[in-house]
């Protein structure tokens, strides 16, 4: 009778076991970081009417209310929900200390970064001193008993005005090692226009210390290709939408810390240019926002249930359904 009692237990603890498992295959995504860049002291880029703060907190407050609305179990957890620093923090640097911090220890299973770009001196435009005109002139010039005409020419200046037309949007994922070959098929870039963190004292990993080796190593194994799909989705989605596509790309240095330092898939979302007057106007409207937080949404849906079909057992799932995956 007690072997009996015993191997009931083991069973009941066993269905128990796979009932969770299932669960936790249906459940890929439980918990959602929403993270808006920069805020209270750190306005981010200036727009004409705006700043980048402002504008990263509405689209990822509206965001968040989407996800909430589609998935009711689904954990948000966001940064920072006003215009403060995230935790309130004094420092920007602490202030990225805890937006990873965060995210790592609520469980996250998405990290999702909301940013605006800049390009240029000025946003909107600016002024700049150009030659409108040349004027050729003559003058006599004597040269030993000789004399000759000698053509010069005056310039005529005028300010110009030269509209920021840098426009479009793009998402960033953290590439640990430059050489491997999954990170290779990112497009480098080396023209920043984005976020550049270049206040920043936070260290990047270093390769050579054990536990950075292997935190290097998972992310490798688990969370980039997963990265660069939700990225790739989101850019598609924008494509669709009529946005301008300035791609995927990879950033392994300080411009994008928090990237690095997150334990999971992560993401960071370049939703347009506020140094361009259109995309700050669409960007400040009821329909720009809708369309934004729709894309980014669209996206993180389709990465959601390619994940939950991967979780299925193994007869019911195509090569097609999670490809990429």
Request: charged share 25%; aromatic share 8%.
């Given at each position: ?13 066993f ?8 669960q936790?295959?249906?459940?890929p995504i439980?918990?959602?970081?929403i993270?808006?860049g ?6 981010g880029?200036p ?22 609305k ?64 040349k004027?050729?002139?003559t ?13 010069y ?6 300010n ?5 037309k ?7 994922v ?5 050489n ?5 098929s ?20 270093d390769p ?21 799909n ?24 300080k411009g994008?810390?928090v990237?690095?330092a997150t ?13 361009n ?9 009821e ?10 949404f ?10 939950e ?17």
């Open positions: 009778m007690k072997k009996v009692c015993i191997a009931f237990t083991l069973l009941t603890c269905v128990w076991t796979t009932d969770l498992c299932a936790d295959r249906k459940k439980q918990t959602i970081i993270d808006p920069h805020g209270g002291i750190d306005p880029a727009g004409m009417k705006s700043t980048e703060a402002q504008l990263a907190l509405q689209v990822s407050l509206k965001l968040g209310d989407t996800i909430a589609a998935w009711p179990d689904v954990k948000l957890v966001f940064t920072r929900t006003t215009d403060v620093l995230p935790g309130n923090k004094p420092t920007k640097d602490a202030a990225l200390k805890y937006r990873a911090d965060l995210a790592n220890e609520s469980g996250g299973d998405l990290f999702i970064a909301i940013h605006l770009n800049a390009a240029g001196h000025k946003p909107g435009g600016w002024y700049e001193r150009r030659v409108v005109n004027i050729p002139r003058k006599t010039v004597k040269k030993g008993k000789k004399t000759y005409k000698k053509t020419y005056e310039y005529e200046y005028e110009v005005w030269v509209p920021n840098a426009k479009g949007t793009e998402t960033y953290w590439a640990m090692n430059k491997d070959d999954k990170v290779r990112v497009n480098k870039t080396t023209d920043y226009t984005g976020e550049i963190d270049s206040t920043t004292t936070l260290s990047l990993p050579s210390d054990p536990s950075e080796k292997a935190r290097m190593l998972i992310y490798a194994q688990n969370y980039f290709r997963k990265s660069l939700l990225a790739d989705l989101v850019q598609q989605e924008f494509i669709a939408a009529g946005r301008v596509n300035r791609g995927v790309k990879q950033r392994n240095d994008i810390w990237l690095q334990g999971m898939p992560s993401i960071l979302i370049e939703i347009g240019f506020i140094s007057q259109e995309e700050e106007e669409y960007m400040n409207s329909i720009g926002q809708a369309e934004i937080v729709a894309n980014i669209t996206a993180i849906k389709n990465y959601k249930e390619k994940l079909i991967r979780a299925k057992p193994a007869a019911e799932v195509t090569e097609e359904a999670t490809k990429g995956f």
